[in-house]
């Protein structure tokens, strides 16, 4: 396993991140445990959350859970300083989570304790922003996004009141360091300048969705992450599943997160049948597991700070963390490069 600095900070991660979003419902606590374990085991000390958690779905009955089952691990195992624990703040649009309001001075101070409630700690290593107030394209809607609606006074006050609270819980040492999620290069670029300008504390990732069928941050996220050091936390690298080859043809195995999300978040369309069929040719050329290619090709970028993944087995978890080890061989890389100029956005 490969460590890196989380931004400019001296806090060590694994490459591979245990992601969290299907404790609570699609897993149990024993579970949720069992991989905590393994996972730990394996070098992994990484475990990003969120207050919304868990999802798939996602619901006023199930919110929280997945921090709860955390916190009773880090209660009966003693590790909570063998981890480096990222969670969120949701962003607006949920009523169930204080009206729906998004993240603000109110919102995140209560959602923190909340939070630290949970999770039985007394700090959070990363605090991120899961989706900006203002509006985004992350979620499949860059096929509608417009950012002309956006007030521009209220969008920097937000920043600015975001930052400010973030400084606060940072010196009170409820937050270690801040981190974006489902961000624009924009934002991210704003965050910096303004906490530049006011002392406040500087935003080291961005948790956005990465895989082969989506490459966005290929382009002037790459070039900020690049310039600014704010790495990647990539999230969704098998695009829900997708490039597993599990739904090809229209299969949809019992228990899956597609026989409950009847979309995968709009990913499961038929745009995405061909280039899918072809990195899963591309893996069996090289004798690679489908789930091992598609995390390999994430980890060899070089903005990335981790892979986030996420298993609702225990094959499943070691097939993940496994990836870690596998080195692809350049004609295999060109080779998923030339499939990608074919399909630069299906899903």
């Known amino acids: 396993m490969n460590y890196k600095n989380l931004g400019r900070t001296d806090i060590s991660v694994s490459q591979i991140c245990l992601g969290t979003m299907t404790w609570g419902t699609q897993n149990s606590e024993a579970e949720a445990h069992e991989q905590m374990d393994y996972a730990l085991h394996k070098g992994v000390n990484f475990f990003d959350t969120a207050e919304m958690?868990?999802?798939t779905p996602v619901g006023a009955e199930t919110q929280g859970r997945t921090e709860e089952y955390i916190g009773t691990w880090f209660?009966?195992?003693g590790k909570r300083k063998d981890v480096v624990l990222a969670t969120k703040v949701a962003g607006p649009g949920r009523d169930y989570l204080r009206?729906?309001?998004?993240?603000d001075a109110a919102n995140?101070?209560?959602a923190i304790d909340a939070s630290l409630k949970r999770l039985k700690t007394d700090y959070i290593d990363l605090y991120q922003v899961h989706w900006p107030n203002r509006g985004h394209f992350?979620?499949?809607?860059?096929?509608?996004?417009n950012p002309f609606t956006q007030d521009r006074e209220k969008t920097i006050a937000n920043i600015t009141d975001i930052l400010e609270t973030m400084g606060e819980l940072v010196k009170a040492g409820k937050i270690r360091a801040i981190g974006l999620s489902n961000e624009t290069t924009w934002g991210i670029q704003k965050y910096l300048t303004i906490a530049e300008q006011k002392g406040l504390p500087r935003v080291v990732t961005t948790q956005n969705e990465y895989n082969l069928l989506y490459r966005h941050f290929d382009l002037d996220l790459a070039e900020l992450s690049h310039h600014e050091d704010v790495g990647l936390l990539a999230y969704s690298p098998l695009a829900a599943g997708?490039?597993?080859g599990k739904y090809v043809g229209g299969a949809r195995p019992a228990g899956s997160r597609g026989s409950i999300n009847a979309d995968l978040g709009g990913?499961?369309?038929p745009l995405q049948e061909a280039p899918v069929k072809a990195y899963l040719e591309i893996a069996a050329k090289y004798h690679l597991d489908p789930a091992k290619l598609a995390i390999a090709y994430c980890l060899t970028k070089p903005f990335m700070t981790s892979v986030i993944i996420g298993a609702t087995t225990a094959a499943q978890l070691e097939t993940d963390i496994a990836a870690a080890d596998v080195t692809l061989p350049q004609e295999a890389i060109a080779e998923i490069e030339a499939v990608h100029r074919l399909y630069p956005l299906p899903i």
Request: net charge positive; hydrophobic share 30%.
């Open 99 to 103: 009206g729906g309001q998004g993240a």
């Open 138 to 145: 992350h979620f499949r809607q860059n096929w509608r996004y």
């Open 53 to 55: 958690y868990p999802t």
């Open 267 to 269: 990913r499961l369309q």
């Open 108 to 110: 995140i101070r209560a």
């Open 75 to 77: 209660e009966k195992t």
């Open 242 to 244: 997708l490039l597993t």
